[in-house]
């Protein structure tokens, strides 16, 4: 069969393409799922709940154990605090403590990101937007439940749990932003606490 001058000379002049590997064609398509992924807000938020009624339990025995308040290691003299008003406890001073991403090469530069947002940001004016809702959260969450016991301090412990998740998100928030995405702290470990004027934590039992 001839074949045409013309169409040689196209075949020559069309650009050379590379055809892509298939290492290459599965990167892409996991690229393609993480842009896709949905948030996953809700879920954090129930983890963080848990994590502060175990937080709760321990700090109940330490208040009763000592009539003067005692800040936790790395709390003493924090300089990331926050305030709210509580229902009936009155002022209270939220403190976080540094962050361990237990990582080397990121540890100095995260804790830098979270020193210099909390020394440039009206924290309480960040968070007061997050704090209703988390309060309805907490509220929904024990509607209709009979095995949970009405406890007078409730109001007070919502509103520490509320205050101190609504920091929490923002200070990941300043994170993923710099590009420490949640995936990128995995194993981090803080911690925070909380003293109010007239704190009443029971007697520890």
């Known amino acids: ?26 990167a892409m398509i996991l690229a393609a799922r993480e842009e896709t992924r949905p948030p ?15 937080f709760l339990v321990g700090g109940a025995g330490v208040a009763a154990a000592s009539s003067d308040w005692l800040w936790s ?38 804790n830098r990101i979270v020193d210099d947002w909390f020394a440039s940001t009206d924290v309480e004016a960040a968070a007061a937007p997050l704090v209703p809702g988390i309060l309805h959260e907490l509220e929904e969450s024990r509607a209709g439940d009979p095995a949970v016991d009405p406890d007078p301090r409730q109001a007070d ?22 590009g420490f995405a949640s995936e990128a702290l995995g194993g981090t470990e803080s911690h925070s606490q909380v003293h109010c004027d007239g704190e009443d934590w029971g007697d520890g039992e």
């Open 40 to 54: 996953r807000r809700g879920r954090r938020r129930a983890v963080l709940t848990t994590a502060l009624a175990l």
């Open 73 to 110: 290691p790395g709390l003493e003299d924090a300089d990331r605090t926050y305030s709210y008003t509580s229902p009936t406890w009155g002022q209270c001073e939220l403190r976080f403590s540094a962050l361990d991403t237990h990582d080397m090469f990121t540890n100095d530069e995260v």
């Open 157 to 178: 412990l919502d509103a520490w749990t509320a205050h101190t998740q609504a920091v929490d998100e923002l200070v990941h928030a300043e994170l993923a932003a710099n």
């Open 1 to 26: 069969m001839a074949t045409d001058p013309l169409d040689e000379m196209l075949d020559c002049s069309a650009p050379t393409t590379a055809r892509p590997e298939p290492g290459d064609i599965r």
